[in-house]
T-cell receptor
Framework: TQLLEQSPQFLSIQEGENLTVYCNSSSVFSSLQWYRQEPGEGPVLLVTVVTGGEVKKLKRLTFQFGDARKDSSLHITAAQPGDTGLYLC????????????FGAGTILRVKS | ETGVTQTPRHLVMGMTNKKSLKCEQH?????MYWYKQSAKKPLELMFV???????ENNSVPSRFSPECPNSSHLFLHLHTLQPEDSALYLC???????????????FGNGTRLTVT
């Protein structure tokens, strides 16, 4: 069992659809980061959430941090082919000395 | 243009070969990292260097040997690898050796390694 579970593992949708991906743990994060990794490239930071209940928006992307700081979600509105990639969440866990732990990621494919 | 550059982008090597991966960061950071990325698995932290000193070795087999001559350069020397070592090897940097909410990782584009 992984410390950080991401779901779904794979998502294939049509351009214009909405989607949500999830990042869950049984442990509390001190903060959580979302990265996007496009094919052939390294992960790039999208956002960091720190406060329980926090909501951050980045154009069509909405990030939410759970009140108990054990889960997070990423919602994409009107997905575009350029959103295709691997979405990774990474949490800093207080009980593990604030080490950064990554989830296995959600592969998103947006078809035009 | 990425602030973290990795070479080569692709590498195919036999199990008896010796090769090296190179990483260079142009961000003025003091910490550098090696991660292994395999399909459907979380990124695995291998090594951390902070101010040229190794601060973390995550139980990595000795066939992987890191070298950090200065804060801008990081190498991963490879010898007698196994086919299961085939993966994407990512280098990253951060301002200091303690990743925090305001000090995230900056990744290179990786070296795709295939061991035959």
């Amino acid at each position: 069992t992984q410390l950080l579970e991401q779901s779904p593992q794979f998502l294939s949708i049509q351009e214009g659809e909405n989607l949500t991906v999830y990042c869950n743990s049984s442990s509390v994060f001190s903060s959580l980061q979302w990265y996007r990794q496009e094919p052939g490239e390294g992960p790039v930071l999208l956002v960091t959430v720190v406060t329980g209940g926090e909501v951050k928006k980045l154009k069509r992307l909405t990030f939410q941090f759970g009140d108990a700081r054990k889960d997070s979600s990423l919602h994409i509105t009107a997905a575009q082919p350029g959103d295709t990639g691997l979405y990774l969440c990474a949490g800093l866990f207080m009980e593990y000395g604030n080490k950064l732990v990554f989830g296995a990621g959600t592969i998103l494919r947006v078809k035009s | 243009e990425t602030g973290v550059t990795q070479t080569p982008r692709h590498l195919v090597m036999g199990m008896t070969n010796k090769k090296s991966l190179k990483c260079e960061q142009h961000l003025g950071h003091n910490a550098m990292y090696w991660y292994k990325q395999s399909a459907k698995k979380p990124l695995e932290l291998m090594f951390v260097y902070n101010f040229k000193e190794q601060t973390e070795n995550n139980s990595v087999p000795s066939r992987f040997s890191p070298e950090c001559p200065n804060s801008s350069h990081l190498f991963l020397h490879l010898h007698t690898l196994q086919p299961e070592d085939s993966a994407l090897y990512l280098c990253a940097s951060s301002p200091n050796g303690r990743v925090s909410y305001n000090s995230p990782l900056h990744f290179g584009n990786g070296t795709r390694l295939t061991v035959t």
